[in-house]
């Protein structure tokens, strides 16, 4: 994400692209919506010029503060999961390289976005200017407090896995909302939809087995 000028999406980009997106749909990724989003936003615009090569391959990446990318499929299924309709007001926990905060946008939803460290905040804001997202609300803030002037949100994402369900971010989550999360510690995560069912009420469904880095308290400058 080092770049100094906008980065350039080719013939082969497009190409390695239509690939990734078929893959992901014999993985079972059904949404067209999702898909063709995958379609609008370059991967490979979102890491170090070093990684370029691997971008359309289904694996996370390094994005520098010990932290990754995530897999194009996880990101893909979360945003499956989290059904979102043009207009929705979307949080997401973990902005990481910005990857899926855009995919989210490319949906049409409405992104506010957290992370907590400040290098990779910054790096980030700058990369979503540059390449066309800036749209996109960044906030260097701890996810577990969420965002609570701005609640509530239709839907709420979290990349990185917190040991216990948090509370504030059910708080702000509105009634019929949706919040889809990674759960449980680093050797036992499942992907979790969480839906809220009254202001005191939600209900869980388990789907599959998660890696994701855990999710930290505090900020990091
Ligand atoms: N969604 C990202 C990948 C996220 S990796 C992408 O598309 O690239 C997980 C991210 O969550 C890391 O950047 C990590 O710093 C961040 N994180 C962990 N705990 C957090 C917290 N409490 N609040 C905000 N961000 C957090």
Redesign the pocket.
Same mark, same amino acid.
């Given at each position: 994400m080092n770049r100094n000028s906008t980065p350039i999406d080719d013939y082969r980009h497009r190409g390695l692209r239509r690939k990734l997106i078929k893959e992901l749909a014999d993985k079972g990724i059904y949404s067209q919506a999702v898909l063709d989003a995958f379609n609008q936003v370059p991967r490979h615009f !979102?890491l170090d010029k070093a990684f370029e090569e691997l971008a359309y391959q289904d694996r996370p990446l390094p994005?520098g503060?010990a932290? +990754? &990318? #995530?897999q194009p499929y996880t %990101?893909a299924l979360q945003s499956q999961l989290l059904d979102i309709k043009k207009g929705d007001k979307v949080l997401? &926990?973990? +902005?990481? #390289?910005? !990857?899926?905060?855009s995919i989210l946008c490319a949906l049409g939803a409405r992104v506010y976005t &957290?992370?907590?460290?400040e290098a $990779?905040f910054r790096k980030t804001v700058k990369n979503l200017k540059q390449i066309g997202f800036p749209q996109i609300r960044c906030y260097l803030s701890?996810? !577990?407090e969420g965002l609570p002037i701005h609640a509530p949100f239709k839907k709420i994402i979290v +990349?990185?896995a917190p040991k216990e369900l948090p509370v504030k971010l059910i708080d702000q989550l509105a009634v019929g909302g949706i919040m889809v999360l990674p759960w449980g510690d680093q050797k036992n995560q499942k992907m979790v939809v969480l839906t809220k069912t009254s202001p005191t009420t939600y209900k869980l469904s388990e789907k599959d087995d998660a890696y994701f %880095?855990p999710? $930290?308290?505090g900020v990091n400058k």
């Open positions: !979102f994005i503060c932290q +990754t &990318i #995530s %990101v997401e &926990i973990g +902005t990481g #390289s910005g !990857f899926q905060a &957290i992370e907590r460290q $990779l701890d996810g !577990f +990349t990185a %880095v999710m $930290l308290e």
